[in-house]
């Protein structure tokens, strides 16, 4: 077995309505007046008033940055940094998607730390320390609340990541009550999102671990149970409550076993069309294990059953996981084909172009991707 390294955030509070136990971890740390860091949808939804609620009651004084847009310019964290200052906040608080989640990462460190954010773009680029971070996700999908990992999205509409120790959570609440409202096209991104990053993990070609594989194993059983059901019965508390943990578990596995090429073919799709995270993860997946299928087959085959209840002790070729995940992302009503997000032919040789620009990602998929692999992956899906 080869030597490995595996971290994680050192705690999660799992379980509808452990909310509630937000201002005692805030109070046992000596957090009074907290930054929370959220967009203006979920704040129409309510849970900016649950949290004022909950610290209320214990003379807690928050202030919120509600200004977080979809694929976080870096201004969002500058904003952020510019209130977390002036109001003197001693922790940051992440609530809501993986958006949400990732500013509140980097406010935590350039609110006390004096550095130019494009020296910090990369691995391991951080220094020093950062605010006391709690994360709270609102939907089952990014795994942001336990990875070390934020993305921004630059002018020149290029994605970049800083990934740094530093930036795993201290505290982490898990309430699958605050995924109830997730719209149902939510819900299927998000859903396939982590998939994606538990199969990625599973396949990953640097960074392979036994404790990554049984939380991407774990992930996928979870998820693959339950993301036809919550996307039929979105009420569904249980089927909520194991798509947020399966969730956070692919998460655990991602930071650790990175994600690959279907990240990578994915991030231009959403940065130069607007679409959803989530959304652009599906359009490019089966293409993506077709193109890997002659190298990793064997990793495929091992967790097929996972991801595809119906496979499950079946016999099976490869076609079958790749079938099941089609009709998968059919049966989620996903649209599968790039025209229907508005890319046209023309557009293809400037997807693939900054596809490979995303090295971080495309140095751990099982089998190199070069320009005109990409260029052919995206005429397949076009
Ligand atoms: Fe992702």
Known sequence: MNTFNFNSVPNII?????????????????????????????????????????????????????????????????????????????????????????????????????KNIKDCYGVGKLTLKRMPLIQIPTTAGTGSEVTNIAIFTLESEQKMG????????????????????????????????????????????????????????????????????????????????????????????????????VHALAYPVGALFKVPHGLSNSLVLTEVIKFNANFAESMYLEIAGLCIPELKNKKIHINDFIDGIDNLIRDLKIPNKLKEVGVNHNDIPKLAEDAMKQERLLINNPVKIEYKNAVNIYEAIL
């Open 14 to 114: 799992s379980g509808p309505g452990k909310i509630n136990e937000l201002s005692n971890i805030c109070l046992k740390n000596q957090i009074f007046k907290p930054l929370v860091i959220t967009d203006s949808g979920i704040k129409e939804q309510g849970y900016v008033k649950i949290l004022e609620n909950i610290f209320s009651k214990k003379n807690i004084d928050a202030s919120i940055f509600d200004e977080v847009k979809a694929d976080p310019p870096e201004k969002n964290i500058f904003d952020a940094v510019y209130i977390a200052k002036k109001k003197k906040c001693d922790a940051i608080i992440g609530l809501g998607g993986g958006s949400s989640m990732d500013v509140a990462k980097a406010v935590s460190y350039f609110a006390i730390n004096d």
């Open 162 to 261: 800083i990934v740094d120790p530093l930036l795993y959570a201290d505290h982490v609440i898990l309430d699958a009550n605050l995924t109830l409202n997730l719209p149902n096209t939510i819900t299927a991104y998000s859903g396939i999102d982590a998939m994606v990053h538990a199969i990625e993990a599973y396949t990953t070609k640097l960074k392979k671990n036994p404790i990554s594989d049984s939380l991407a194993k774990e992930a996928l059983y979870l998820l693959g149970k339950n993301i036809k059901i919550v996307h039929r019965e979105p009420n569904n508390i249980k089927a909520r409550e194991s798509m947020l943990l399966g969730s956070t578990l692919a998460g655990m596995a991602f930071t650790n076993a990175p994600c690959a090429g």
